[in-house]
């Protein structure tokens, strides 16, 4: 493992399966009465988030507390980021408190990777998304999920994805999901093909390991796993498609497209969804819908890359062997 987590495109396959491997064993430890390990007593976390967020922040601060770490939440809303600070002087006013790791959202694509290479900072850098570039974390949660769906929880250990057909749906011109999955998935053997509006595909998108299409039903029949995309209205700065409607009528799962996907089949979705749009509720609350494995997931394979980064570079390959650390 390396010192920081940045990219999903950063890890090589024999990290990525690691990690996995690691957060299955983690994810023994929330079956248990007292779901704690001493792993990183007396480390400081710093979650540091200058964007809004639920699930990830939650998510980490779960992992971090699971694993007896101090932890301490930092918002830009109501500190001293609101009042003009810098990233450079927040992150040397970190520097003087002591701070082991820092978890960072933020809404500029690069500040991660600009706070773990510029030398502000003595401390492993881990990128809870950053503008529209990664989201590392969410990707290995989403193969996790993948992985024990498609080739078992026990039968998944050591492997990879390798020939798993996986569609990614909707807004992926502003999904930092879609990098990091693409990314991800690619290294991991997974053939990748993103479905999406023309004006919603990225330029230079040609050069990503993966195949587009503008056609969902085309793919449905040829998908082990279909993840669909939250519209990102937030980011978009002009019209990208006609309506709601449109959009839902073209790109969005229903129940009838879901009847065209192999019985095997999973959907999954990164959250929030917008039921109606993107995903209608008879498919959302289905069984072969992921999406509160996926939380459950991300709080394990956080676990993971917190124990492999701050914990120790040995593969966590026993239950026994995690509980004498």
Request: include cysteine; charge should be negative.
């Amino acid at each position: 493992m390396q010192r920081h987590l940045i990219s999903a495109a950063d890890l090589t396959r024999d990290d990525a399966v690691l990690i996995l491997d690691t957060a299955e064993e983690m994810a023994r430890v929330a079956d248990r009465p007292i779901k704690k390990l001493p792993t990183l007593r007396g480390r400081t976390v710093v979650n540091l988030f200058f964007e809004d967020s639920t699930r990830t922040r939650i998510s980490f601060e779960a992992a971090e507390k699971r694993l007896s770490a101090d932890v301490i939440n930092f918002t830009a809303k109501g500190s001293s980021v609101s009042k003009g600070e810098s990233l450079k002087d927040t992150a040397q006013t970190l520097e003087a408190m002591g701070v082991d790791a820092v978890v960072i959202r933020h809404g500029a694509s690069g500040a991660p990777y600009r706070l773990a290479t510029s030398g502000w900072i003595d401390a492993a850098v881990i990128n809870a998304g950053d503008g529209t570039h990664q989201h590392p974390t969410q990707a290995l949660l989403d193969a996790f999920t993948m992985r024990r769906r498609l080739v078992g929880r026990d039968a998944g250990l050591g492997q990879d994805l390798a020939g798993k057909r996986i569609t990614l749906v909707g807004d992926i011109l502003h999904s930092r999901v879609a990098r990091s999955n693409v990314d991800l998935l690619h290294t991991l053997g997974a053939e990748v093909t993103l479905v999406a509006p023309p004006t919603l595909v990225p330029v230079g998108v040609e050069a990503w390991p993966c195949e587009v299409s503008y056609d969902l039903d085309s793919t449905l029949s040829k998908s082990d796993a279909v993840m669909l995309l939250r519209v990102q209205r937030e980011r978009m700065n002009a019209a990208f498609f006609p309506t709601e409607r449109e959009y839902s009528r073209r790109y969005g799962l229903d129940g009838d497209r879901m009847a065209k996907m192999p019985e095997h089949a999973i959907v999954m979705h990164p959250g929030p969804m917008v039921r109606g749009m993107e995903i209608t509720a008879e498919v959302a609350d289905s069984d072969r819908c992921t999406v509160v494995e996926q939380v459950a997931n991300g709080v394990s394979i956080r676990m993971a890359v917190l124990y492999l980064l701050l914990g120790g570079n040995e593969p966590a390959v026993s239950h026994t062997r995690i509980e004498e650390k």
